[in-house]
């Protein structure tokens, strides 16, 4: 409805407003920091050769995945409803068709499984706070961790265990939508978390491998990165801003009118990128200092962390302390990823918010033993990428997510009309306005594309015809 005037569009929120826009900085902080940074971003990088893979998952992070967190927000902000509702009305508003709002159903469906794999690996940091705790790792060899390790995942009833616990909280904090605390843990977590990862730091500087971690992170080498990892770096991308599920977009219809979006949307994706620099360079100059594999897999963090506490000074507290906070950090994600199915079931089949919350968490639960299978009984039986935990994460993060982002980037740039993104957005001086229009319409949707297709070999013959000696 282009002639519509753009403010008669503003719409008032269903459920209030964050109480400020630091309040907000800090949800989407809480979403977007957590085992993907810390955990995921370090093993990725480490099974994908290091400094090339992260030097895409950069552009990744702030020419993709930057431009579509805004568009998630401004989109969250106009409909101000679950995720599912608002891509039905504005579709409707914007072009006539009520079916944009599939994008938020692909991302309900997208959260379930995220969470599903998302709650097995926090359960085991659960674990590690209690074996930090209790001196486990005080002095241990890099063999008797490895040992720890895999005798935690390769049993069901231990593994599973602690899945059922993390899945209970997450649970219980959805049930009662308790944002409030949340907003204050948040706001005291992540800068422990940081301090903690400055101390490890100085413990990694210290190792006598940092040149060669570092090297390793920032080295690139592009010929050693395939087309698969091209794709795994725009997953992590993707995975780690917490977009192209609308869990970003849920946030965003809670935001005041005059906050901006754009420099909110900088703000977060910065400090969610220097969280994960910051874990790879603690994490891998221990692999290297300890002869460890940098393609150890989901493991890599269960297996060198533990060797830094086992050799500091009150390393047992420290342990638990970080565990403790990177587990926190998981919940208030996995809230995120729990929240637009809860919200879509209780708007869509009038259920209350408990009962919303046990049928879709009893779900995610049962579907995570998927994943608590895939390190034991089911760790043989492979296809397409893997076991099923890693089709899971494949499928996930280095498809749906993307596909997600970029129906969600073109709806934004092409489809809505120019007065209503202008109108969120609202920035005055204008120019950073056209440059998010830009990144939003072209760059983001062709690079998604483009990877799309690299990975599947197709522009193989281009390159090579470009590059004539490679
Ligand atoms: N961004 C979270 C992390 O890095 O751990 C994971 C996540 C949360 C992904 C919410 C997607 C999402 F919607």
């Given at each position: 409805?282009?002639?519509?005037?753009?403010?008669?569009?503003?719409?008032?929120?269903?459920h209030g407003l964050w109480s400020s826009r630091f309040a907000f900085i800090l949800a989407v902080t809480g979403s977007a920091?957590?085992?993907?940074?810390?955990?995921?971003?370090?093993?990725?990088?480490?099974?994908?050769?290091?400094?090339?893979?992260?030097?895409?998952?950069?552009?990744?992070?702030?020419?993709?995945?930057?431009?579509?967190?805004?568009?998630?927000?401004l989109i969250g902000r106009r409909g101000r409803r679950n995720p599912v509702a608002t891509m039905t009305l504005l579709g409707?508003?914007?072009?006539?068709?009520?079916?944009?709002?599939?994008?938020?159903?692909?991302?309900?469906?997208?959260?379930?499984?995220?969470?599903?794999?998302?709650?097995?690996?926090?359960?085991?940091?659960?674990?590690?706070?209690?074996?930090?705790?209790?001196?486990?790792?005080?002095?241990?060899?890099?063999?008797?961790?490895?040992?720890?390790?895999?005798?935690?995942?390769?049993?069901?009833?231990?593994?599973?265990?602690?899945?059922?616990?993390?899945?209970?909280?997450?649970?219980?904090?959805?049930?009662?939508?308790?944002?409030?605390?949340?907003?204050?843990?948040?706001?005291?977590?992540?800068?422990?978390?940081?301090?903690?990862?400055?101390?490890?730091?100085?413990?990694?500087?210290?190792?006598?491998?940092?040149?060669?971690?570092?090297?390793?992170?920032?080295?690139?080498?592009?010929?050693?990165?395939?087309?698969?990892?091209?794709?795994?770096?725009?997953?992590?991308?993707?995975?780690?801003?917490?977009?192209?599920?609308?869990?970003?977009?849920?946030?965003?219809?809670?935001?005041?009118?005059?906050?901006?979006?754009?420099?909110?949307?900088?703000?977060?994706?910065?400090?969610?990128?220097?969280?994960?620099?910051?874990?790879?360079?603690?994490?891998?100059?221990?692999?290297?200092?300890?002869?460890?594999?940098?393609?150890?897999?989901?493991?890599?963090?269960?297996?060198?962390?533990?060797?830094?506490?086992?050799?500091?000074?009150?390393?047992?507290?420290?342990?638990?302390?970080?565990?403790?906070?990177?587990?926190?950090?998981?919940?208030?994600?996995?809230?995120?990823?729990?929240?637009?199915?809860?919200?879509?079931?209780?708007?869509?089949?009038?259920?209350?918010?408990?009962?919303?919350?046990?049928?879709?968490?009893?779900?995610?639960?049962?579907?995570?033993?998927?994943?608590?299978?895939?390190?034991?009984?089911?760790?043989?039986?492979?296809?397409?990428?893997?076991?099923?935990?890693?089709?899971?994460?494949?499928?996930?993060?280095?498809?749906?997510?993307?596909?997600?982002?970029?129906?969600?980037?073109?709806?934004?740039?092409?489809?809505?009309?120019?007065?209503?993104?202008?109108?969120?957005?609202?920035?005055?001086?204008?120019?950073?306005?056209?440059?998010?229009?830009?990144?939003?319409?072209?760059?983001?949707?062709?690079?998604?594309?483009?990877?799309?297709?690299?990975?599947?070999?197709?522009?193989?013959?281009?390159?090579?015809?470009?590059?004539?000696?490679?």
């Amino acid at each position: 409805m282009p002639e519509q005037s753009a403010s008669s569009t503003r719409r008032d929120s269903l459920h209030g407003l964050w109480s400020s826009r630091f309040a907000f900085i800090l949800a989407v902080t809480g979403s977007a920091v957590g085992l993907g940074n810390i955990w995921r971003f370090p093993y990725v990088a480490g099974a994908n050769g290091g400094g090339a893979f992260v030097a895409v998952y950069l552009l990744c992070v702030f020419a993709i995945g930057l431009p579509i967190m805004m568009a998630e927000v401004l989109i969250g902000r106009r409909g101000r409803r679950n995720p599912v509702a608002t891509m039905t009305l504005l579709g409707e508003e914007e072009a006539g068709h009520p079916s944009w709002g599939l994008v938020g159903l692909l991302g309900v469906v997208t959260g379930f499984l995220i969470l599903s794999f998302y709650s097995v690996i926090a359960g085991w940091t659960g674990a590690y706070i209690i074996k930090s705790a209790i001196g486990e790792f005080v002095g241990a060899e890099p063999a008797t961790i490895a040992g720890s390790f895999a005798a935690l995942t390769g049993s069901v009833l231990n593994s599973g265990f602690w899945h059922t616990v993390f899945m209970a909280v997450t649970m219980f904090v959805v049930a009662r939508g308790v944002e409030r605390g949340l907003e204050q843990a948040v706001r005291f977590m992540v800068p422990a978390l940081v301090v903690i990862l400055l101390i490890l730091l100085g413990y990694a500087m210290n190792t006598g491998a940092f040149q060669q971690g570092f090297a390793f992170l920032f080295k690139p080498d592009f010929a050693a990165l395939t087309g698969n990892g091209v794709l795994a770096a725009m997953g992590q991308a993707f995975f780690s801003l917490s977009i192209g599920m609308a869990a970003v977009m849920a946030y965003g219809a809670y935001l005041p009118q005059q906050t901006s979006i754009i420099g909110t949307s900088v703000a977060v994706v910065c400090a969610d990128t220097a969280i994960a620099i910051l874990a790879g360079l603690v994490i891998f100059p221990i692999v290297f200092a300890n002869g460890l594999d940098p393609n150890a897999g989901p493991g890599l963090i269960f297996e060198t962390l533990p060797l830094a506490f086992g050799q500091l000074p009150g390393g047992a507290i420290f342990g638990a302390l970080f565990f403790l906070l990177l587990a926190f950090a998981a919940l208030t994600s996995g809230i995120s990823l729990m929240e637009p199915a809860v919200a879509w079931i209780m708007e869509n089949h009038g259920l209350g918010r408990a009962q919303a919350t046990t049928l879709v968490g009893t779900i995610i639960w049962v579907l995570g033993f998927t994943t608590v299978l895939s390190f034991n009984r089911l760790s043989d039986f492979r296809f397409w990428n893997g076991t099923i935990f890693d089709n899971i994460g494949f499928l996930t993060s280095n498809i749906m997510l993307p596909v997600g982002g970029l129906l969600i980037t073109v709806f934004a740039g092409w489809v809505m009309c120019q007065n209503s993104s202008a109108d969120e957005l609202d920035e005055t001086a204008g120019t950073l306005y056209r440059l998010w229009r830009f990144l939003a319409r072209y760059v983001a949707p062709v690079a998604v594309l483009l990877i799309f297709l690299n990975a599947t070999g197709l522009l193989a013959p281009v390159f090579d015809a470009l590059m004539p000696q490679g």
